[in-house]
Nanobody, 124 residues
Framework: VQLQASGGGLVQAGGSLRLSCAAS????????VAWFRQAPGKEREFVAG????????SYTDSVKGRFTISRDNAQSTVYLQMNSLKPEDTAVYYC??????????????????WGQGTLVTVSS
């Protein structure tokens, strides 16, 4: 599975961005998918996850109510809509695929494939 993340950029605090993660292969619908992020000098952290069918989503507390994860299995793409962005959201955002589970977990060690990352910078 190859993952291509896009949609990052520079935005002012309070603004919005939508990240996309496009996957190769026809079995994308069989995978749980998550977004992680890594800020300079910090560990990679879970942001949001979505189950195979899209029916179950989860978020880290700091983004609840601001970010929405969704997927289009026909297009083999997962999205992360980010609203009300804050400077502390600044990081490289990565999408990742877990082949083994129905529901996305928050441990990066569970994930088998990773995209290359897309940089999100939020200015104050």
């Amino acid at each position: 599975v190859q993952l291509q993340a896009s949609g990052g950029g520079l935005v002012q605090a309070g603004g919005s961005l939508r990240l996309s993660c496009a996957a190769s292969g026809r079995t994308f619908r069989n995978y749980a998918v998550a977004w992680f992020r890594q800020a300079p000098g910090k560990e990679r952290e879970f942001v949001a996850g979505i189950s195979r069918s899209g029916g179950i989503t989860s978020y880290t507390d700091s983004v609840k109510g601001r970010f929405t994860i969704s997927r289009d299995n026909a297009q083999s793409t997962v999205y992360l809509q980010m609203n009300s962005l804050k400077p502390e959201d600044t990081a490289v955002y990565y999408c990742a695929v877990d082949r083994g589970r129905v529901v996305a977990g928050n441990d990066p060690l569970l994930y088998d494939y990773w995209g290359q990352g897309t940089l999100v910078t939020v200015s104050s």
